[in-house]
Structures are given as structure tokens and as C-alpha cells.
């Protein structure tokens, strides 16, 4: 694992060599450990990268000089990397396919980015052109010529969404390159091309029975677990555990000798226990970190630096101290994302026997009882009529919905009120999957938001601030090969979510374990707002004489204390609008 970071000026004429800018800006990603560039042999190309050990620079560049662009559909696994031809002065940089390694660029021209859709070079304009690329955005800020200004269109959606959802990020002319594409930039003619080389796709045309998409899918992945720990010979290797089927099962199958949980001490809100038990019986350590309230808050400005852009997410910190906790026992860890998203593992894709039996009735006919019954008082099962009596793509919006587009508008200030909607973010991935089932639309939606932009970010930021590698076995594209061919019958069966997946994990782990629901990292948050010293805490940072610049003010203090004296559950709205704020005063405030 190893950030890198650098830039195109005029005054260079080509990739930079002012060590003065180049040193501060490293500086500011050093925690990731700073990569050397790597040679080919004639040195007429230059590698910056950031990869899994199990992928070095050395085969990405070796593998670019044989097959061009087309290496980055080849790889396997967690990788970004950015190539420098000594010859033309061009760059080649790309991005792992789900998105799990960052890479971050920045226009300094201010000419819009182009599209992934294989729209020819966008023409720069202007003399004074700036490109700059690195692992993380914070690299970018020391660079005298970068212009530190917020991207105004980025708040109201990160009320709703929890985190940021645009490619251009929350700093203006900062952009993300999406996961599954390459760039191709021309300092001579100031061109950046965007491609995109690898797409979410399902092919539900097969019809295999159960046990045969068992077997395949059993079979690949014990062999995924296989590769990403390959090399465990001269690289110690250990395993987050939760008490979830995900973790439980890549730790049966991998049994690290080191497994490594959170919790929190009150009811409800600790799994570690299930942990515990679970490696006892696999004759695994574990080791275990409660964590307490004031440890919470105080890493809590720390994470919103880590994360560069504003990060809402209650999960963020237990993370940090999970993959804390590791880094001093081991290098690297195995990890469970993307099993919720290639197996349909959230709790809201499972849905009743009338919720299934009603959605399969006409739309006009859902529409119609949705239209009779809003104006009368609530009575059970309302919420559904509403909700299946829209089409999915007009109220799904992922994993996080934290409030409504009238909801954010009503507590923003008028500089930062505006007409879009949440459907303005998620229209143009529906509409790549317009005619599929509303199961792969969720998916398909999360595995293009959800999953970079919040979980992956979270992972990736936590594990490289303490110096560990993260894998993670599911995530990869040999196992989506596989899962994107189930069908929903074989993911969700009578409301149990990853069906498939579960049966197959009850060969390694206890029933109990299989069967479990998900839990995530659950934070006691809504108890500890009720509690004074927290409660003064979040107070004063809405009180402070910045916040009238993004919100009402009064309308903040009114939604924390409806919270404190238990007339609403406002702890969701109360977070996100809590992380924005100590991300102002980290980034812009000097705090």
C-alpha cells in the first residue's frame, strides 16, 4: 500500500520536477506510505502505484507495455496507478473495477471534466493549465497554484445520501475518477479522456439449478480467499471479524491466526462477543477493543481529514479502531465488503409475503391505490401502498437516506438551497439498467454509490492511516461473474437475505452464525445525544458563527434538542449535519 501524488504546469513542461512542491504535497499523504516511481526497462515509461502486495508496480507496467490500455481490464483486485511516458509526456492512470483504491485529479482550468462514455478529448482553454493527480485530495492542497473553494452543488446531497455522491468532489475542480475506468491525459494539447473498461452487467438467462449455481459459486469463492491469501508465507495476515456470516466465513475458510473485533459497551451494540466464540472454536486469537463515547468523538475531526471530503457514516470510527487495533499485530486483513452487494444482502431487499405479492400486480393498479389512500389517516401498511405504488427509481436511493430533498432544503441557507433532487443524482445509473428487475437496480445503484463512495472510502481511509492492507475476497471480479448470473430466487428466500451465500457458509461456519442478520457496526449514537456532555458538545459546534453560512441556525438547535427531550429521533440528520461542519473546520477553518 503507498499514496503517490503529482502534477503537469506549464512551467514544467511535463510531469513536474519541483521536489520543493512535490515534498510538501507527499508530505500531506505520507501515512500511506509515499511509492517510489518504477521503470521499464529502457526508462521510456514511469509508474506511480497503489495496489495489494499481491500485485506489483513492476507486472502493471509490464503488463501496459504488452497489452496497452487493455491492462487494466486484466488485473484482479485493488489497485490504482498512474503511468508517465518520458517520450510523448502523456499519462495512462486507472482505477480496480468496484473502486476499492482512490485516484483523485484536478482541473486546474476550470473546464468541465469529460464523461466515461467514450466522448473524444475535451479541448483545455486558457494558458495557465494545471493537471494534477494523487491518491487522496489532501495531496493537492499545498500546491501554490490550487484554488481551495467548495463545491457549492455537493451539500444538499450530502444531506440526503451521507456522503459525497458527485464525481466532483466537495472541492471545486476536484474530481474522482469513477471505478472501472482509465484516463489518457495530453499535457501538449492539454486532452483528458476518460474510458470507461469495466461495467456492472447481469445476465439472468441461465437456468442452472440451485445446487449448480452452489457448487460454482462455493467453488470460487474458497478460491478467491485462496488468491487474496496466497502469499501468507512472508506476509501475516489476520481477519476482521464481526458476529456476520461475511467476516465469519472468510475467517473459516482463510483461520488467520489472528482475528481482530469492536464493540461498544452497551446492549444491542456489540457483536464482538459472537467474535469471540466463533474464534475460540476455530483455535484463532482474537483481539478485542471496546470503545467508548469519548474516544468516539474525539477521532471523529481526524476521520473527516482521513476522508477528505465530509463522511457521515456512523460505522467510520468503530472501523478505525478495528483496523487500529490490527496494524499493530499484523500487515494485512481479510474483510467482507461486497458480499450485501453481489448477494443482496440488505435487510430492505427482503421483502414480506404481501410486499411480494403486491409488487407483482400492474403498476397503473399499485399507482392508483397509492393515490386513493394518501390523503386518508395512517393505518397499517400505508407506507408500503405509497412506496410500491412508485416506480423504484423515484424513492430509492441507496443504503443511506438521511432526509428528504424538501428536508435538506428547509435547513440549508439560501446560498446553498437549490432545486435539485436526489433523482438528479440517481437517473443516470437507472437508466443503464432501465429494462432489468428492481432487485438489479438496487444493486446496481449501490455497487455505483453506496459501495465506492461510502464503504470502500471508509475502508480504504481507516486501513492506510494505521499502516494495513485490507482484502477483501468477495469484492472481486471472478466472484461477480458468478453472482451476477443468480437469480433473485436463489439470493432471497422467504425474507432471508444471501440465501446462496448462507447455505454455502453453514459448510464452515455454525448454523447460528449463517443465519444471523445483518448488524453492521451499530453505534449507540441516539443514547449518547440524550446525554448532556454530548449534547454541549454538538451544541456548540452549531452554534458557532460560521454555521449561518450552510444552514439556519435556529433550525439545527431545534432538531438537536427535539432529539434531547425525546420528542423526535433526529440522531441521523444530526450526525450528517454534525460531520459537515467539523469537516469546515478541519479543511477551511484552520481547526
Known sequence: MSGFVGFYDNKSNGLSRDEKILEQMREKIKHRGICSPVYNENKSLMIFSDSTSLLSAEEILNGYEKYGEDIASRLRGAFSFVIYDTQTHDLFGARDHFGIKPLYYYLGNGKPPPSADGTPFQKGAGENNLFMFGSEIKSFLPHPEFIKEINKNALKMFLIFQYSVFDETFFKNVFRLPQGCYFNYSFKNNDLKITRYFDIEYDKTENKSFEEYKDKLENILISSVGYYTSDKDKTEIGGFLSGGVDSSFITSVAKPEKTFSVGFDTDGFDESMYAKELSDMLGLKNHKKIITPDEFFEILPEMQYLCDEPYANLSGIPQYYVAKLASGNVNAVLSGEGSDEFFSGYLPFAESRFTRFYSKLPFGFRKFIKNITKPLPNFKGKATLAKYGQKVEDYYTGQAFIMNDNEANEILSDKYKNNMSFKDVTKKYFEQVKDKSDLIKKSYLDLFLWLPNDILLKGDRVSAANNLEVRAPILDKEVFAIAS??????????????????????????????KRKKLGFPVPFRLWLKEQKYYDMIKAVFSEDFVPEFFEQDKLLAMLDGHFTGKQDNRRKIYTVYTFLVWYKVYFAGD
Open 485 to 514: 448470473k443468480i437469480p433473485k430466487k436463489y439470493l432471497i428466500k422467504n425474507k432471508v437475505t444471501k440465501y446462496i451465500f448462507r447455505e454455502i457458509a453453514k459448510k464452515v461456519i455454525p448454523d447460528e452464525w449463517a
